[in-house]
């Protein structure tokens, strides 16, 4: 077992302190930073981090097609499905599944470069709710051209250690227009960002403990100082828990998140499963 990280500043943000919405029966919103209608000048952005919304979206209902712009935007399903569709693509005609068009389920990751512009909706057309993550990062740069990707993460590779979902783009910042296309991230396997940021997920079981690799080694540029949010998403009716970095004082329950500071990428940044069943854990990590 490594030792506690004893430079590493964690501060808690418990699920009862975040903002909460509810919009015409169909949504229901927890709210990590000021979004909306919900601000709190303390909680603007973590890093490049700048939205982490924990939604749950009635049957038959969702978010109708609406633009975002100079944004990278990501949803990762906990349960349930949800359908997105842009805005160029007419309903029944949308073909295979792919960049325009995909009908998300648990394991899913979409990930959209908002950049000069692009509209899209989320629907759920199921006939049972879904619960999902959105997330928010603040782009490297702005005027990115807009673009879709869409990934599947294995359930059985979560359960053995902290799958990487997103990466820097190889290219970085100065990318070109065919190395833009090309897409390829700094991790293979996981879908790029316009961000020095690294997002991870993992489904730790009681009494296990996964490490994570700050900055994922040389992942990223910045290597002093990163800022890494946790975040155990309310799936398990409130039967699951973990401690961060060994600390008594840093046992999260569902819905709570912890803002790790002061840590430096190659740090091993050990999470416990404390609680009665297993711990789905999300990790972002930025500049």
Known sequence: MSNPLSHAKIVLRRSSERGYAEHGGWLKSFHTFSFANYYDHRFQNFGSLRVLNEDRVAARNGFP???HRDAEIFSYILNGELTHRDSMIKKGAEGEQGKQFFRMKRGDVQ????????AH?????????VHFLQIWALPWKQGLKPQYHTMTFSEEDKRKAFVPILSPLAAGPQATPAQEDAATPKLPGTIPI????VMGAGIIEPSSTFKWNVGAGETVESKKKRNVYIHLPMTKQGKSKVKIDGRE???LEEGDGAFVTMVNAGD???VESVGEVEAEVIVLDSN
């Open 65 to 67: 097609t609406h633009p």
């Open 194 to 197: 316009h961000a020095d940021f």
């Open 121 to 129: 909706s989320e629907q759920n057309e199921s006939n049972k709710p």
């Open 111 to 118: 990930f959209t470069t908002g950049g000069t512009g692009i």
């Open 268 to 270: 091993a940044l050990r």
């Open 249 to 251: 004082d840093a046992v």
